[in-house]
T-cell receptor
Framework: AQTVTQSQPEMSVQEAETVTLSCTYD???????LFWYKQPPSRQMILVIR??????QNATENRFSVNFQKAAKSFSLKISDSQLGDTAMYFC???????????FGAGTRLTVKP | DTGVSQNPRHKITKRGQNVTFRCDPI?????LYWYRQTLGQGPEFLTY????????KSRLLSDRFSAERPKGSFSTLEIQRTEQGDSAMYLC?????????????FGPGTRLTVL
């Protein structure tokens, strides 16, 4: 079975600084996707960034980038130049190729302080 | 607004009552998913539809739960004889089928409280 673990329940960062959220996962499969979702307070979940397991290059989306270590089964999210609007729950998620059962971690609550 | 919508946003009910939630996906999306999210946890997959066919159900979906998607458009999730343990946020998501990867777009959720 696939599992996703986020070991940091809460984190905080000063505005404009950089923060890294950790995620590890467990699978015996080789083809899969990893995601980071953001869930702002009382708002719906949106996709921040995704990574295909077959790609060695780390995905980037503007201020968001990942450090994907396939052998270590690690998938961390780096947020650069943090903004107040980044305050949210962040969920790491995993799904197998052509599968619809997405597995989520327990989440990390990030607070960006002014 | 052309995103995923869910109604109601909040539902308070007494133990033993039946409740029904509705999800309207993005119009061109043929896949629709239901998740449950309890406090302090990430979403847990319940079931998904491709068009009107329910193709997968999690073991979390007990006999008291039933989901439908008539005509492959909106979907309903019904919980019969609610229990306090059913209290959670119920999330709906939709996606457009593509080989390998289907980005799921989430709705705002329905928060259920069972007294």
């Amino acid at each position: 079975a696939q599992t996703v673990t986020q070991s940091q329940p809460e984190m905080s960062v000063q505005e404009a600084e950089t923060v890294t959220l950790s995620c590890t996962y467990d699978t015996s499969e080789n083809n899969y996707y990893l995601f980071w979702y953001k869930q702002p307070p009382s708002r719906q979940m949106i996709l921040v960034i995704r990574q295909e397991a077959y790609k060695q290059q780390n995905a980037t989306e503007n201020r968001f980038s990942v450090n994907f270590q396939k052998a270590a089964k690690s998938f961390s999210l780096k947020i650069s130049d943090s903004q107040l609007g980044d305050t949210a729950m962040y969920f790491c998620a995993f799904t197998l190729y052509n599968n619809n059962d997405m597995r989520f971690g327990a989440g990390t609550r990030l607070t960006v302080k002014p | 607004d052309t995103g995923v919508s869910q109604n109601p946003r909040h539902k308070i009910t007494k133990r033993g009552q039946n409740v029904t939630f509705r999800c309207d996906p993005i119009s061109e999306h043929n896949r629709l998913y239901w998740y449950r999210q309890t406090l302090g946890q990430g979403p847990e997959f319940l079931t998904y539809f491709q068009n009107e066919a329910q193709l997968e159900k999690s073991r979390l979906l007990s006999d008291r739960f039933s989901a439908e998607r008539p005509k492959g458009s909106f979907s309903t999730l019904e919980i019969q004889r609610t229990e306090q343990g059913d209290s959670a946020m119920y999330l709906c998501a939709s996606s457009l089928e593509r080989a390998g990867y289907n980005e799921q777009f989430f709705g705002p959720g329905t928060r259920l409280t069972v007294l």
